[in-house]
């Protein structure tokens, strides 16, 4: 699988002729849901219309932690096997999964003033544990931003990457443990025991659509880069004459 | 060859440390300052302060940690000691963990040890003081060993003071909760959270090393 990909060339053929075809899924995908959200489903029997919000928060917040897990996934790689696609993907990565974790943490937070009352509650373990995946993304792209040549970026965004994977749990589980201790009762859980099929069938399929839509990116972002190389390639070739 | 690196590594960094002026004294300086600065800000009211003192010494004390982490390895790429430390035998994760180590010995023992006056000044009961100095010490060897690994791997890169913030901050996201939670009850003997507390420093001197060696091989070439 890996080896496939490996080469440049195949993987600039396979991208694409997959790339339209995940947009377009993606597209489909994400429209299904989000009329669902906005026209089909029932208000909320507690939260109201406000539940809706639902369908792009929870995309949102299964890919800011795939993202980062598929980050740490190529970064191994890279770090292995030195397959330069996967360092083109890590690079190509951060960014998206920012993004997705910025609109989890902005749609949490417009979600949680009529619910809650409040714009930010930090004895909520999950709201606080994305904002430190945030700011995990954010050091990683600054890391590879800093650096001088694209090897040395690479290399310290992969351990870096690293690093903050094994971390992550701890982080979890300490904030876990912090919030605990300053429960409140009161705060409306989102993931009761039961969820209508109404609800979930839609939801499941907008998560999978913004999936194929981060894959799309990642694809169209990786194409540029390998182009960009490619060009950068050009104009040296030229000036050694 | 007479001292083996790691250790010469070690006295090295202690020996920098000092040889620059009031160079380990700076971080005492700054935590003091930064300490000092938040009764002005929330107003002196004793039992807010005593709510909020332990907490304000673990934010000050990570970001104490902080000041003089730039230079940690920055030095010994410049002066081609990191090209030597890779000629020899002894592991570079020995190596960084040793100088790391010594940094911390030199800067940030210091402010562990200044935790009893500045926690008394922030009505922190004087009973609770001196167990609460030895958990900011294991505490801020957990901050700086994570400190330790942005240091190196934004070894070449200038002015990277605050990129090792943005680095190493949400690594010191576990000892900084353990820690404010095992200052909690600490009259009523060793919470758990102590242990807890322990256990995140434990695990940054088990994994920043490796990750250490790794940035500076990088840094090297």
Redesign the interface.
Known sequence: MIQVFANPHRFMAFSKAVQPWLYALATVMIAYSLWQAFYVVAPEQVQGDSARILFIHVPAAWLSMSTYVGLFVCSFIWFIWRHELADTAAKSLAPIGAAYTAICLATGSIWGKPTWGTWWQWDDTRMVSVLVLFFLYLGYMALRAAMDTRQKAARAGAILAMVGLVNVPIIKFSVDIWASLHQSASVIRMDGPSMDASYLVPLLIGALGHTLLMVALALTAMRTDVMTRRANALVLRQAVG | MTASPILSAFRQALGEAWAGGAGALLPVGFFAGAAMLVPFGIGHEDAQLRAIGPGILWVALALSSLVTMERLFQADLEDGALDLWLQTDAPLSAIAAGKTLAHWLAAGLPLALITPVLGLMLQVPPEDVLPASAAYALGGLAFFFWGG?GAA??A??RR?GL?IA??A???Y??TA??G??ALQSTASGLPP?AL?LAA?TL?ALA??PF?MA??LR?AA?
């Open positions: 690994v791997l934004t070449t890169v990277g990129l943005l680095i901050l949400p690594l996201v576990p909760i353990f404010a939670l959270e807890y995140s695990f994994v920043a990750a790794a940035a990088l070439d």
